[in-house]
């Protein structure tokens, strides 16, 4: 019997920035779970602290205070050398800006992770075509990212993140630099990987016409959760 795992848990993490003698707090108590299967939405404006805590979720920055289980291990406890290999095999990350090489094609661009973990040449084909496949892109999968819209720039960035099978998706602000119809794809197309494949996906947004599309949409308002600044207000009144 497989039981449900939880995929993150985020218990009081706070997080500050010292700047000179001024100290920016971006996290304050955040709580959060991560299932497997699920796909949330972290909304918030500018500054409110969306890649802050997507950075602590991949461990590529160590929280202030609070702690952080990825599969119930705990993130602040481990070795660069262990967080090199869950960031490597377990997450996949993307960014605003695509971050394609230009001058590789789309192919060659999905299937460098598997190159830089060692996979052989064969099942690295097979891995880049079903990634390719998964974002409707196997048929444009010789072309340069010059050669391709922003829309499927991004959903070569996707390919690339999913191509090592990871648990977790990361996505720090996926669609900000594409028009509302690419937006809604992308959208979309998480939807049907976190449906077909069982894969979890976070994902920064600003934009609120994308919400109605993730299975949780998460508030944050100055480094907090507003349903746990509402509660907080609540129990201060
Ligand atoms: N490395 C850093 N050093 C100092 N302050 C930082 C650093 N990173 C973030 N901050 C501050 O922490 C707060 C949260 O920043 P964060 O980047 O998480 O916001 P965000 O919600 O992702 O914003 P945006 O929508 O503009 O990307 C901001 O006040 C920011 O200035
Ligand atoms: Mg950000």
Same mark, same amino acid.
Request: aromatic content about 6%.
């Given at each position: 019997?497989?039981?449900?795992?939880?995929?993150?848990?985020?218990?009081?993490?706070?997080?500050?920035?010292?700047?000179?003698?001024?100290?920016?707090?971006?996290?304050?108590?955040?709580?959060?779970?991560?299932?497997?299967?699920?796909?949330? &939405?972290?909304?918030? /404006?500018?500054?409110?602290?969306?890649?802050?805590?997507?950075?602590?979720?991949?461990?590529?920055?160590?929280?202030?205070?609070?702690?952080?289980?990825?599969?119930?291990?705990?993130?602040?406890?481990?070795?660069?050398?262990? #967080?090199?290999?869950?960031?490597?095999?377990?997450?996949?990350?993307?960014?605003?800006?695509?971050?394609?090489?230009?001058? #590789?094609?789309?192919?060659?661009?999905?299937?460098?992770?598997? =190159?830089?973990?060692?996979?052989?040449? /064969?099942? =690295?084909?097979?891995?880049?075509?079903?990634?390719?496949?998964?974002?409707?892109?196997?048929?444009?999968?010789?072309?340069?990212?010059?050669?391709?819209?922003?829309?499927?720039?991004?959903?070569?960035?996707? &390919?690339? &993140?999913?191509?090592?099978?990871?648990?977790?998706? #990361?996505?720090?602000?996926?669609?900000?630099?594409?028009?509302?119809?690419?937006?809604?794809?992308?959208?979309?197309?998480?939807?049907?990987?976190?449906?077909?494949?069982?894969?979890?996906?976070?994902?920064?947004?600003?934009?609120?016409?994308?919400?109605?599309?993730?299975?949780?949409?998460?508030?944050?308002?100055?480094?907090?959760?507003?349903?746990?600044?509402?509660?907080?207000?609540?129990?201060?009144?």
């Amino acid at each position: 019997m497989s039981r449900v795992k939880r995929l993150i848990t985020a218990v009081d993490i706070w997080k500050s920035f010292k700047i000179g003698s001024e100290e920016i707090k971006a996290l304050r108590g955040v709580n959060m779970q991560v299932f497997p299967g699920q796909f949330i &939405a972290v909304v918030g /404006r500018s500054g409110s602290g969306k890649t802050t805590l997507l950075n602590i979720m991949a461990g590529l920055d160590k929280p202030t205070a609070g702690t952080i289980l990825f599969e119930e291990e705990d993130l602040t406890e481990m070795s660069e050398k262990q #967080l090199t290999e869950i960031r490597r095999h377990k997450i996949g990350f993307v960014f605003q800006s695509f971050g394609l090489l230009p001058l #590789l094609s789309a192919f060659e661009n999905t299937e460098l992770p598997l =190159r830089i973990s060692g996979v052989r040449a /064969r099942e =690295r084909e097979e891995r880049t075509r079903e990634a390719l496949e998964i974002v409707g892109l196997w048929p444009r999968a010789k072309h340069r990212p010059y050669e391709l819209s922003g829309g499927e720039q991004q959903r070569v960035a996707i &390919a690339r &993140a999913i191509v090592s099978r990871p648990s977790l998706i #990361l996505a720090d602000e996926p669609t900000g630099e594409l028009d509302s119809n690419n937006a809604h794809a992308i959208f979309g197309l998480f939807k049907e990987m976190v449906r077909k494949q069982g894969i979890s996906v976070v994902s920064a947004t600003h934009d609120s016409t994308l919400l109605g599309m993730a299975d949780e949409v998460k508030e944050i308002r100055d480094g907090q959760l507003l349903d746990e600044a509402k509660l907080g207000r609540r129990y201060r009144d």
